[in-house]
């Protein structure tokens, strides 16, 4: 643990670069602007940005990027107290009660808590990673191909299955993005596959193109003339974002709560921070002594989930990073941002980057003070912010993507993917085919089938090694127990846990 | 009323999948397989597209009753949807052939004339608008290589 806490001294030194430090001001931002835009998310605002990820060094890149992923959640939920308007999943459980706090009057006092539900999650985060890492840089040394391979299985299983919607149809949508990742030179025979002789296609198709296509197209076309965004009339100012002394009593241990759910929830891949947020309310309206309150202002509702999301947020980046496994779409990008830069995140990037890890560990604190310290005296800013018209924003928004896009190879081509994508998103949607998965099918799929091959290369073409050695057989164990649930709960057609709880919200 | 009220969504979504899952195997047999031991291009492919013919049946089989005529369907955009995908083409062929400023110009006229609120002035003013923010950011700002105007 010493070892942890010098790394840790020596991560905070990475992350206060004044270059670095730079990009990471520049990605929170970016982010919490993107994360109080109506109609635009994490995901998008990630893809968009990836491009210019790639002239910059592996540092400030990754900095950047957690800082538009935490920046869009502090953004989301100031749409979703203010508005009523999550733009982030997660957040609409702080819709809840955070918007009939607006109503109230004390919609300031929601969004001061919401920020110190996020920076006491920071720090719990921070302190785990100091107690886990030791225990994972020895768990790297076990990891080979046999390993890495079976634990990706596990990552892509359990982010097809708890998805949204059906888990056969994120399985198949897992498959599809596998089946993209496939597409271009394959790197050991040197054959074509796929590229329909066009020769851009040798490279394979290209992230930004890909996600921008699935997420941001696909968004614009089930969206327009459809989905009335409303703007907001709140006005809210400096001073009224001060809790009073009961409300803070009355938060301190929902989030602790809140940030324990977040924090078990987080380890776990394929766990969507959604799901985390609907556990935490419910959980606090459960332990609550007035159940009554929730629903119509109760401080408690607004301080657990956002605690839950924003540790959540923290702990997703632990099995990406140490494990290479993303629990979600966002962490897939993060991770297909690495590694584009040649890193490879896994068991063993913290012995070998420790300045990557450490710095990006760092850097979560640091982003969270800075997010404090811009959201003060800024949030008039993003209030105004919130008032800009649904129908102006997406055609700016489309000319991002399209340049964004353009500007990774200067391929025109490129543009034309993001369309293509667009179409096929807009149509897996409209079949309510979740498209998540089709993202982590995409940036984990080269890495599977590097070390599948490697792993039957040395095992001399025999699959029983996946059995033959613990790790693995404990890891494969777990994929036929997910699997196992799967089924079960079919076949007894119990509902989903995210039903239970949403029936727990709506039965009073 | 749309004639998809008739088909199940699941089981066109079934379809699809099948379907995607033959092209691949058919396309990935024309690679060489290999074995185990020494995998060819077309391994991993064929196998993903007969995983993605397997779940497609599966789907088709555990299909939940529900078309298009549901509650939940709405009606076509297809002003919205030409409009955008439009806007997003325009850009790639105008950048081609006529540089950055017609292509912005273009393409976000095209993709603002998509929402039924905005008017032709708002259009062509949001459309010069980014424009002037597009080329200040990333021709002046960040210096990409893209020619404002390709007068050939």
Known sequence: ?508 | MTPLRAFNKDRVGAALLILMGAAIVAQGLTYKMGELTRMGAGFIPVMLGIALMLVGIAISVTAEPGGFGTAQSRPSEWRGWLCVLGGVMAFAVLGALAGLVPATLLSVFIAAMGDRANSVRDSAILAVGVTGVGVLVFVYGLRMPFPLFILS
């Open chain 1, 1 to 508: 643990m010493g070892q942890a806490l010098h790394d840790l001294w020596y991560g905070f030194g990475v992350a206060l670069v004044p270059n670095h430090l730079m990009w990471s001001v520049f990605g929170v931002l970016l982010g919490n602007l993107i994360g109080v835009l109506p109609g635009m998310g994490a995901l998008t605002a990630i893809s968009m940005l990836l491009p210019l990820t790639y002239v910059l060094a592996p540092i400030p890149a990754i900095l950047m990027l957690a800082g538009i992923f935490y920046g869009s959640m502090y953004g989301g939920a100031i749409g979703a107290i203010l508005l009523n308007l999550p733009s982030h999943p997660p957040h609409a459980v702080t819709c809840i009660d955070g918007y009939p706090m607006t109503q109230q009057g004390r919609g300031g006092a929601a969004l001061g808590v919401t920020m110190m539900s996020s920076f006491f999650a920071a720090s719990v985060g921070i302190l785990i990673m100091i107690f886990l890492s030791p225990w994972l840089e020895a768990a790297a040394l076990n990891f080979g191909p046999t390993e890495i391979s079976a634990i990706m299985l596990l990552g892509l299983l359990a982010g097809a299955t708890m998805s949204r919607g059906s888990p056969l149809k994120g399985v198949a949508m897992t498959i599809f993005g596998l089946f993209i990742g496939t597409v271009g030179t394959d790197v050991i025979s040197g054959t074509q596959r796929y590229t329909l002789g066009i020769s851009e296609l040798s490279d394979g198709i290209d992230l930004a193109a890909l996600s921008l296509g699935l997420f941001g197209i696909a968004d614009f076309l089930v969206t327009i003339n459809r989905k009335v965004i409303k703007a907001s009339d709140a006005k809210v100012g400096m001073r009224d974002m001060r809790p009073t002394r009961a409300e803070l009593k009355r938060s301190f241990f929902p989030m602790l709560r809140g940030t324990a759910v977040g924090c078990l929830f987080g380890a776990m891949p394929g766990t969507g921070p959604t799901i985390t947020t609907f556990i935490a309310y419910a959980l606090e309206r459960k332990v609550a002594k007035d159940p009554t309150r929730f629903g119509r202002g109760a401080i408690e509702g607004v301080a657990a989930p956002e605690a839950a999301a924003h540790s959540k947020t923290q702990m997703d980046f632990i099995p990406t990073m140490s494990l290479g496994i993303p629990g979600d779409a966002v962490m897939a990008l993060l991770l297909g941002a690495l590694i584009i830069k040649g890193i490879q995140p896994g068991p063993q990037m913290i012995s070998e980057h420790p300045d990557i890890f450490w710095g990006l560990v760092a850097s979560f604190w640091i982003g969270n003070v800075l997010l404090i310290v811009l959201n003060v005296p800024l949030i008039g800013v993003w209030v105004r912010m919130l008032q800009v018209p649904y129908r102006l924003l997406y055609p700016a928004a489309l000319f991002f993507i399209c340049i964004g896009v353009y500007s990774t190879h200067n391929s025109l081509i490129d543009v034309v993917e993001v369309a293509a994508f667009g179409v096929v998103g807009a149509i897996f949607l409209a079949l309510d085919f979740p498209i998540a998965p089709i993202v982590l099918g995409y940036v984990l799929g080269p890495m599977i089938e590097e070390n599948f091959r490697r792993a039957l290369l040395l095992s001399r073409g025999t699959l029983s090694v996946y059995l033959t050695h613990p790790i693995a057989a404990w890891i494969i164990g777990a994929c036929v127990l997910l699997i196992a649930a799967q089924v079960l709960s079919y076949a007894r057609r119990t509902k989903t846990p995210r039903a239970i709880v949403a029936e727990t919200l709506i039965v009073d």
